[in-house]
């Protein structure tokens, strides 16, 4: 059996989530579409600083749709909808005048590890050198210090130099985590992380997860439900574009729900 | 197993059949083009050195070489790609990586296989009308390459729009949720990873304009001119204007260095041609991804 | 942290060289069209004079009396309209069986090493500049056209016609390939679980599925020949005549400009007939294109 504590246990020095903060994130009836099929209907929720927030839910419920939206990604998807209102720090992201800065403070990690055609050192350094940092020393120390707090450092530090994709699925996957690290965000968005990924390693990348929520807020779109019960403070379940549930991780897996559906997915009756 | 029918026998032999007709009608096709050259290469390779490639014409064109056709064409391939390259490759971005699916962008796909489909004539009326008279360039090298460069900017569009298409979308994707702006990641993604595709459309445009004769005629090329040129206001002599004129104008000229000069002519075309075929053959088997 | 993530907000550099990029990358983009656009306006500008005044339209259709030199100059295109058309016909007649057969075998019958050599056979066949076509037509398939069928002149629509045929053939088979590539092979599977046999198969569900493409093929191959122009002027003959056989020589719409442009003065009447030459054929190859785009665009949508 698992572990039947849910949420990442507090380490030391990690006050755990600010509920009695304002949030980072709010999202107030957000409604998205492709074309006429609406992906995402009436979505309202908030998501605080330092807490690890899950989102389960089965394939095409709207998960990567809603991380999509929060960073303006739309804008690439020409056909691809976005009603109502998003704030980040309690700025409307519209308001932007610069999206790319947006766009800098939140690192993202997809369901299959995307290796720019570059190096392992240059996927790292990337982002810091769009920032303008030039200097050989201080990208070596970005690159060491995003490296080692991917877990990663270890098993590349002697090969830097060669690509990217000639790494390990698993360890392409610490890469871009390494490379959203890079970017000093404010906010990680991790989109299916472990779908490609072995189970030692997933498990190593969770750890490093747990560390890294005293300095930023994580949201965590997965389809292993155990995994959102072991990191997640809170849990949303989406169901085919509706916010179904929505409450502490504990609370879900203790069958303190509102909606019968949670229950059932969470057992694995269908999903 | 089971037995072959009568009628299974017979759309086997149709099949055979076909098959054959296809290849021997693919063979009519294709056996010309060595019949061509090898006819250049028996007729005039004899009239090949390198005092043919390095001394102009003389007596009439009637003795000599081809030296300022070959420095003309280089001219007029030269300036042409420093005009079609950035635009076509300015192009292929904008339908590439910003055109949305709308009127406009159906309109520049229709322009471009218009621009492809247009008579070379025509081309060279407009080269006439807009780039000698209308802007005052006269015959010279800049109207006709400006010619020649209208005239190939499909090559350099289409072949750069595949190189980039052929960049992974993931790596966009990675780059723009990084903050990249979509210039960061034009320049430091998807260009680095389609330069070699480009450079591929680039030699076949180099191949395509050393060959071209009619947008160069009434633009810039000349007949016969003792001086090479000095500058891209001047009007030069070209292989493919060359072989024009002394095949048609001027009398006397020895068979050997009317072949001579068509296989010259012909070997840049084919050398380049080459060059990029190769260089795509290559790349295929060099994906980093 | 809320004052800092507002303190990024800020246009850099980065922000204005991307706006930048973004209009000189779209001014790239709407080349193409300013390029057709401007190539019909001076086209017909340098023609328009000609066109109000001295052209007499039924002279211009049905006269074969090209005379612009002469003292009372007139202006009959029949003969050359004749000439492009039967210089055409022909090359297609014997391109059109062997482009699309070639294209079915590249497509179909070919396999590995063969199919990559054809390709680039039919791709240094489409890289062979028409000057030196030209050229072929008037030092190799001259003296043998005399040989072997015993007249007195080798150039005329045989020469030209058989020349442009090779030249519009890289252009069918290479579109027509494209386009029997484009049926799904579930199609092909479907088909041959059927115990359909190959042959069978291209005939009754690749060739129906593909006609579309193939007509585009033949479309875009008569447009390259409609509009070829040195070779023509090389290989036909070059003489005002409406043909009565195939070794008659004829002389092209095309033709008929790059010979005789250069000895025009700039603003005559022989000059302006010359660009609305040049008028006829920007349209029709318009129209061509544009027709062989909407059949593509048709097999698309379904």
């Known amino acids: ?271 | 197993m089971f037995d072959a029918t009568a009628l299974n026998r017979r759309s086997y032999r149709a099949q055979g059949i076909a098959k054959a007709v296809f290849c021997l009608m693919t063979v009519a096709l294709v056996v010309p083009v060595l019949l061509i050259i090898g006819t250049l290469i028996y007729k005039g390779g004899p009239a090949i050195s390198w005092e043919f490639l390095f001394t102009p014409p003389r007596n009439g064109m009637t003795e000599g070489g081809v030296f300022p056709a070959l420095v003309g064409t280089i001219w007029l391939v030269v300036v042409a790609l420093l005009a079609s390259v950035p635009v076509g490759v300015a192009a292929a971005l904008y339908l590439s990586e910003y055109a949305p699916d709308n009127l406009l962008t159906r309109t520049i796909n229709l322009a471009i296989i218009n621009l492809a489909g247009v008579p070379s004539i025509v081309h060279a009326l407009f080269g006439v009308g807009a780039f000698v008279h209308f802007f005052r360039f006269g015959t010279s090298i800049l109207a006709a390459s400006l010619t020649l460069a209208v005239m190939t900017l499909p090559v350099v569009i289409v072949a750069t729009r595949e190189a980039l298409q052929a960049v992974p979308q993931a790596f966009r994707e990675a780059c723009w949720n990084m903050g990249a702006t979509r210039w960061q990641t034009i320049r430091k993604v998807v260009l680095p990873n389609s330069i070699s595709g480009i450079l591929t459309g680039v030699i076949l445009e180099v191949s395509r304009t050393s060959g071209e004769t009619a947008p160069i005629m009434f633009t810039g090329a000349t007949a016969f001119i003792v001086f090479l040129p000095e500058s891209v206001f001047d009007q030069t002599m070209a292989m493919s204007y060359h072989l024009y004129y002394i095949a048609t104008q001027q009398t006397g000229v020895p068979e050997e260095i009317t072949f001579g000069v068509a296989l010259v002519l012909i070997g840049i075309v084919l050398l380049m041609n080459a060059i990029s075929i190769g260089f795509r053959v290559y790349l295929r088997g060099l994906k980093k991804w | 942290m809320a004052a800092t993530a507002a303190a990024m907000d800020r246009r850099d550099l980065a922000w204005y060289t991307d706006r930048a990029a973004r209009v000189l990358v779209f001014i790239g983009g709407i080349s193409a069209v300013v390029f057709i656009l401007g190539i019909f306006v001076f086209v017909t500008k340098e023609g328009l004079d000609f066109v109000f005044g001295a052209l007499n339209l039924r002279e211009f259709f049905t006269s074969i009396e090209w005379r612009p030199t002469s003292n009372n100059p007139t202006y009959g295109a029949l003969a050359l309209i004749v000439g492009t058309a039967s210089v055409t016909g022909f090359a297609m007649l014997c391109s059109v069986p062997l482009s699309l057969g070639a294209a079915l075998f590249i497509a179909e019958f070919a396999t590995g090493k063969t199919r990559e050599t054809l390709k680039i056979l039919v791709e240094m066949l489409a890289a062979i500049p028409s000057v030196v076509w030209g050229f072929v037509g008037m030092s190799i398939m001259h003296p043998l056209i005399i040989r072997i069928f015993d007249v007195p002149l080798g150039l005329g629509v045989l020469n030209a016609g058989l020349i442009l045929g090779l030249m519009a053939a890289p252009i069918m088979t290479t579109i027509a390939e494209d386009a029997l590539k484009a049926v799904p092979d579930t199609y092909r599977e479907a088909a041959e679980a059927l115990g359909a046999t190959r042959w069978e198969v291209i005939l009754k569900v690749v060739i129906p599925a593909s006609k579309n493409g193939l007509l585009a093929a033949v479309l875009l191959g008569v447009g390259r020949g409609f509009g070829e122009t040195m070779a023509v002027l090389m290989a036909s003959g070059h003489a005002i005549n409406l043909p009565t056989s195939v070794f008659d020589s004829v002389r092209a719409l095309t033709a008929t400009i790059a010979s005789e442009l250069g000895d025009t003065v700039y603003g005559s009447d022989h000059y302006g007939a010359l660009f609305t030459l040049g008028i006829l054929l920007f349209l029709v190859t318009f129209v061509i294109n544009l027709t062989a785009d909407v059949v593509v665009r048709g097999i698309r949508k379904k």
């Open chain 1, 1 to 271: 059996m698992v572990d039947a504590t849910s949420g990442a246990a507090p380490l030391n020095g990690d006050p755990g989530p600010r509920y009695d903060e304002a949030p980072i994130i709010e999202v107030r009836d957000l409604t998205i579409s492709y074309g006429r099929t609406p992906a995402l209907r009436d979505i309202t929720l908030d998501i605080y600083r330092h807490e690890i927030f899950g989102i389960i839910g089965p394939a095409n419920s709207g998960k990567t749709t809603f991380l999509r939206a929060l960073n303006r990604m739309d804008e690439f998807n020409p056909g691809m909808d976005v009603d109502g209102t998003i704030r980040i720090n309690g700025k409307d992201i519209n308001d932007w005048r610069n999206v790319y800065a947006l766009r800098s403070r939140i690192g993202v990690v997809f369901p299959l590890p995307v290796g720019l055609p570059l190096t392992v050192y240059e996927n790292v350094a990337f982002s810091p050198r769009l920032r303008g940092i030039r200097k050989k020393a201080q990208l070596d120390e970005v690159v060491e210090r995003c490296l080692t707090r991917a877990a990663l450092w270890d098993e590349v530090k002697d090969r830097l130099d060669s690509l990217g994709s000639l790494l390990s699925g698993g360890q392409q996957q610490r890469l871009t985590i390494a490379r959203a690290l890079s970017q000093e965000p404010e906010l990680l968005f991790l989109d299916e992380f472990s779908i490609a990924v072995d189970p030692v390693t997933t498990m190593r990348i969770e750890d490093v997860l747990k560390e890294l929520r005293s300095e930023l807020t994580i949201v965590l779109v997965t389809n292993l439900v155990q995994q959102a019960r072991r990191l997640a403070d809170r849990t949303a379940f989406f169901l085919t574009g509706e916010l179904v549930e929505i409450g502490a991780t504990e609370d879900l897996f203790e069958r303190k729900v509102e909606d019968e559906r949670t229950t059932g997915y969470i057992e694995g009756r269908f999903g």
